[in-house]
């Protein structure tokens, strides 16, 4: 028979292990966070005709910014029936215009679309671009490839790509017009299934991925995250950048040529990791983050006590990381900022569920 004190004592490690979890929950969630100091980087407005999200932005060299936009999952503050899926553009070199809605091509399954990551590739030869878009259907995710025909605005619809590796779809990097690296937020089984997300997300399970698809299938590259979300490359593709969410981290990773990844570098930034932008002249990364998740669709969202919104630009990422806080928001002008794009002194901030803002940068 076990002593009354060994029970005790097992009691006792228990309930500390408990303590110990909540108490790093609560930080992880944000919640220490009690006030928001309100900056930015220079006058900002809200671009009109975005009311329900710009969750992924991706800007081309000649200031062409497509945006995914009506992004919809449970707990969302609009009613599913409010959200469309839509792809925009924005034209930097034209910020008065605003935002334009592209056409899809007629055969497309529009109504089914739920857009969240969304990546542009340009074919060097051809100049063709296709746009990719992770999209979020009831049992399974899957990538839909279009390619964008400028004299029409008109996203005429290549394929849909689906494989048993991507089920979770958060972000992707398009290295071709099929293939890319895509983020999977959480596991296979927690996907279809609400309390095992829940239950991943609130004991910080690492059972998130990245995966790599070559254009006829699919493959880990790197495994054991918790919650990974955006995903990017430097301007010489010998360095990925994956969002970290729930452990608050830019992770970095060396590229070889067979497009494995090896993880080098671990950068903590303090707030919960979302979208990732790379300007292609300096390697500058600009990144979304949701600095009290906690108050997030994610987590528990009040409209009383709405979650906050934050800009962070990391120079120099790979060698002697400097990181200037660009943008922080209380909820009041944004809310739940998924991603920053820059363009020549401008920068464009969109949100997972909110409005899209438009930034000159006088910040050096």
């Known amino acids: ?5 060994m029970r005790w004592i097992v009691i006792v490690f228990l309930a500390w292990g408990v303590l110990q979890h909540l108490i790093k929950l609560w930080f992880t969630l944000g919640y220490h966070k009690a006030v928001l100091f309100n900056h930015q980087p220079g006058p900002c407005r809200v671009v009109p005709g975005v009311e329900h999200g710009a969750e992924d932005i991706t800007t081309l060299p000649n200031g062409l910014a497509f945006i995914s936009a009506g992004l919809w999952l449970p707990g969302f503050p609009h009613d599913r029936s409010e959200v469309r899926g839509r792809i925009l553009t924005f034209n930097f070199s034209d910020p008065e215009k605003g935002v334009k809605e592209l056409n899809f091509s007629e055969e497309f399954d529009r109504e089914n679309f739920n857009p969240h990551g969304l990546s542009v590739w340009t074919d060097p030869l051809s100049g063709r671009i296709s746009v ?65 997300r829940k239950l991943e997300t609130y004991l910080l399970l690492p059972f998130g991925n990245v995966v ?33 969410g729930f452990t608050e981290e830019l992770r970095i990773f060396r590229r070889f040529a ?17 979208n990732i932008e790379v300007d292609s002249k300096t390697g500058d990364l600009y990144i979304g983050l949701h600095p009290v998740i906690g108050k997030t669709p994610l987590i528990h969202y009040d409209p009383w006590d709405p979650p906050g919104a934050q800009v962070l630009r990391v120079k120099n990422a790979v060698r002697g990381p400097d990181i200037t806080e660009l943008f922080v928001n209380n909820g009041t002008t944004l809310q739940g900022s998924s991603v920053a794009s820059f363009h020549q002194g401008a920068l464009l901030i969109g949100s997972v569920f909110d409005r899209l803002l438009y930034c000159q940068v006088r910040t050096t």
């Open 258 to 274: 067979n497009n494995s990844l090896v993880q080098i570098e671990s950068l903590p930034l303090h707030s919960f990791v979302d």
């Open 132 to 196: 990719l878009v992770i999209s979020h259907q009831r049992r399974k995710d899957q990538v839909e490839v279009f390619t964008y025909d400028v004299a029409t605005e008109t996203l005429e619809h290549q394929e849909t790509i689906r494989d048993e590796l991507i089920y979770s779809g958060n972000d992707l990097l398009a290295l071709g017009p099929d293939s890319f690296y895509l983020t999977n937020d959480v596991s296979h089984g927690a996907r279809g299934s609400s309390l095992a």
């Open 1 to 5: 028979m076990v002593p009354v004190y």
């Open 212 to 244: 790599f698809y070559n254009g006829t299938q699919a493959r880990p590259v790197a495994e054991g995250l918790v919650f990974p979300n955006g995903v990017n490359m430097s301007p010489d593709r010998r360095y990925m950048y994956v969002g970290a």
